[in-house]
């Protein structure tokens, strides 16, 4: 009889156990299978089974990221209707974990569908969103300190594209400053994203500091960097506080922006080659990244 009850327990446990929901297995579906259908699927059925507050959290801003980067790689098919429903549904599942916790994912996955549905509603109401948007990424970096790579590359977006004061907050530098943490914050998974690379390199292209500029202005920045606290305050000025960045073959002290534009290109596309698999969104991107830098190289 007590074999018999410690099989059913030993039964019972391992039951329990693998219905513990898994993260590493979505973000693997994520991250490195770009299974984005097939995870809204398994997430969807774990929901129903999740056992805590935590594991429900977990799951719906995993929902609410597969929701908008599905909606991102049709959008263009869509009609502005749709793909604003389906940009807030991404919103409301963000929304949806926040209710159970307040956590840096949920919020920046909120703040990334808010600022689709601005986009998809024409710039002047993307200009409305972007204050609403900007809150919620530096709530994710200030009040978590989270340092998250992707919340950086929001904040490096918002401020390329973003008018410059009085209109807006745009500022060319300070957005390359966030693009450059966000580079050196990125996880071995995101080291061979040639989207972050890119967008350095074409910000840094479009600024077209020269050497000796460059240097004067790290110095001011510098500066700034020391005399700030906040994270999100800290790192727009952390081009100048920055060591030599990985991804270089000189220092920064000795290129210009478009110098340095052309070895993030080369850097980039070298890492990305090594990948054994590589996904079509990835090809894609490749192929953009080598028009680019032949384009670069021809200017220079």
Known sequence: MKKCYLLLLIIFVSLSLSA??????????????????????????????????DEKYEILWRLSRDQLTITDQVEESLKKDEKIARYTAAEELADKALAIKSAPDA??????AIGRIGQA????????????????????QDDFNADRSDSWYVLGLLYNQLPKKPLSFGNDAQAISYMRRCLDTQDNVNRSNLTNYLE???????????RKKRIKEFEKMAASYNAETLPSEKMKYYEGAMADPFYLKSPLSELSDRKEAIQILEYGLANYEKR?????????????????????KSEI
């Open 20 to 53: 513990t929901f898994n993260s590493a297995e979505s973000d693997y579906r994520f991250y490195n299978q770009a299974a984005f259908e097939d995870d809204v699927r398994i997430l969807e059925s774990e929901l129903k089974m999740a056992k805590s507050d």
């Open 107 to 112: 919020y920046h996955w909120k703040a990334s």
């Open 121 to 140: 509603n024409g710039p002047m109401n993307s200009l409305k969103k972007a204050k609403p948007m900007q809150e919620l990424i530096v709530k994710v």
């Open 200 to 210: 350095l390199a074409n910000q840094l292209w479009q600024r077209d500091w020269s």
């Open 276 to 296: 054994s698999v590589k996904l079509p969104d990835d090809i894609k991107k490749a192929k953009i990244c080598k028009d680019r830098l032949s384009f670069m």
